[in-house]
Structures are given as C-alpha cells and as structure tokens.
C-alpha cells in the first residue's frame, strides 16, 4: 500500500493541522538530513501515522513519538525501540522525557535514554509555539530544553524563510533574532504541498537547528538581556517606521549614532550586535 493510500484511508483532523508527508523522496531527505541517527534517542514531534517514524526504528534509532492524537498514534506499530506518547506538545515538559529500554546499567537499574534529536512536521499554525518552548525567549541566554544536539524540523515554508533570514531580508523579524541568537540554523529544502495528504494551501520548509555552545547572549547581564528583549519588540513594533521615530521614546537619536547605527534605518536592517549595543544603553541609566 502506498504512503497517499494509507493517509487517504486516515480520518485527518484539519482542527490538529495534520497534514501528512507522502513522499518517500523527501521522507529519506529527512533521515539523511539527522547526524547519525542510528543508536540515538530521537523525539518525534507530531508522528501522525508513522511514516517517518517507522524510517527511523529502521535505521536503528529509538523513539520517542509524541502527537496528541490517539487515533493517530494507534495505528504506528508497536516496536521495542519505540515509546508512543499522547501529549499536547504545547504543554508537555520536554526536559522529563526519556526512552527507558530494557537494558540495565552495571547497578541493574533500566537505562534511561534522552532524546538529544528532535525531528517532526510540526503543525502550521503551531509551529513556533512548539519550538520556542525548546529554545525560550532572547532574555534566556540558555535553550529551555536541556540536552538537544539538534532539531529537524518541517514549518509552513514562509515560516521556514523567517527563522533562517538575515538583516535586510525581507522575512527577516523578531523570529529570526531569537532563534539565531542562541541557535546555529540552516535552511535545507524546500517540500512543495503537493507532496502533503491533505494537501495545504502552502509549501513546507525543512530546516535544521543547533544550539550554540557560546553564544552572543551569554555573559549578559538578566538586566541586559531584559532591555534587548524590550529594544527589539519596540524597534519591530513599528516595521514601516525608521528607528529615529520607532524608538523614541527608549533613545534619542545621538545614542542610536553613538552605538555606529544610522537612525534612517529600520529595524529589519540591524544584526543582533547592533541591539545588543542599543541595549546596553539603557542598562547603563539602570533602566
């Protein structure tokens, strides 16, 4: 039975945003994509129906499936190296997952295995909820999720474009900050929606994401770090609008040329060093 007969035969639920990937070209794009996953505890977010799933217990890798419907995650297979979850991923607490497989350590206690890959097509409308849970917000210096070497994650495609984006791109936001503020990312193709049952209304983009080991944001102070978080949703807040006049009322503009910035620039110009700087500006009046 074919990949689009199985997921035709499935109820999708349009209100969880299942949209299922039935194409084994892109499906083996993916594996190929993960760094060595055979041995290696993997989290899959959003498993549907298994068709990814069952590539990686091929490929020797054991799984944590997690998808918040029951009838979904029914019908993947049971497998000795697969932990089947039924979880909301917008609420379940990623730190406490772990596969416990039946081997035992030297003290006949079960060996506990985290999942250190994060692999999923995660729900459109979802998407970056999800995955801020795992790296939090630009005032944490750290990921909130312990452990994870990287993610191999599937996002609406615009999406995909906005968290992988450079000053002076045009997808480039808030997101983008965020995520390469503590992340390493890299966009690694494009999957057309033709390839989805149902098929959506968008293409998809897969990207890979990898935790800094020393990144920018370590070493700043919680006071620093609260004021970048504060100078770039007010620089943002107002895309349209030069950052002489988007943030007024934070700087005037001699301290915005004193940290090397032009004021008739917008925010979707500035590189996070150039916020950092303008943050510091204010953690220097104690604000």
């Given at each position: 039975m074919s990949l689009l007969t199985e997921a035709k035969a499935f109820r999708t639920k349009k209100s969880l945003g299942q949209n299922f990937l039935v194409s084994e070209e892109h499906l083996g794009r993916i594996i190929n994509s993960i760094n060595s996953p055979a041995g290696k505890t993997i989290l899959e977010i959003g498993p549907g129906i298994g068709f990814l799933t069952n590539l990686l217990l091929h490929n020797n890798a054991k799984v944590i499936a997690l998808d918040f419907d029951d009838q979904a995650l029914d019908k993947i297979k049971n497998?000795?190296?697969?932990?089947?979850?039924?979880?909301?991923?917008?609420?379940?607490?990623?730190?406490?997952?772990?596969?416990?497989?039946?081997?035992?350590?030297?003290?006949?206690?079960?060996?506990?295995?985290?999942?250190?890959i994060v692999v999923g097509n995660l729900p459109f409308n979802v998407g970056?909820?999800?995955?801020?849970?795992?790296?939090?917000?630009?005032?944490?210096?750290?990921?909130?999720?312990?452990?994870?070497?990287?993610?191999?994650?599937?996002?609406?495609y615009e999406v995909a474009e906005r968290i992988?984006?450079?000053?002076?791109?045009?997808?480039?936001?808030?997101?983008s900050l965020v995520i390469q503020a503590k992340s390493e990312v890299e966009f690694l193709f494009k999957v057309p929606a033709k390839y989805f049952c149902p098929i959506p209304k968008v293409d998809a983009g897969v990207i890979r994401i990898k935790p800094l080991k020393n990144g920018p944001l370590k070493g700043l102070?919680?006071?620093?770090?609260?004021?970048?978080?504060?100078?770039?949703?007010?620089?943002?807040?107002?895309?349209?609008?030069?950052?002489?006049?988007?943030?007024?009322?934070?700087?005037?503009?001699?301290?915005?040329?004193?940290?090397?910035?032009e004021p008739t620039l917008r925010a979707e110009n500035l590189g996070l060093d150039s916020f950092v700087n303008l943050a510091s500006i204010l953690s220097s009046r104690g604000s």
């Open positions: 497998h000795p190296n697969l932990h089947k979850i039924h979880a909301d991923a917008l609420r379940a607490d990623f730190n406490t997952l772990d596969f416990v497989s039946d081997a035992k350590d030297d003290h006949s206690n079960p060996v506990s295995n985290k999942p250190s970056t909820q999800i995955l801020l849970r795992f790296i939090g917000e630009i005032n944490q210096p750290e990921w909130s999720v312990q452990g994870i070497e990287e993610m191999i994650l599937m996002f609406q992988t984006a450079k000053p002076s791109c045009k997808a480039y936001n808030p997101l102070s919680q006071q620093h770090l609260d004021n970048l978080q504060k100078t770039i949703r007010k620089a943002f807040s107002t895309r349209r609008k030069n950052l002489k006049n988007a943030l007024s009322g934070l700087f005037i503009p001699e301290e915005i040329i004193a940290c090397g910035i």
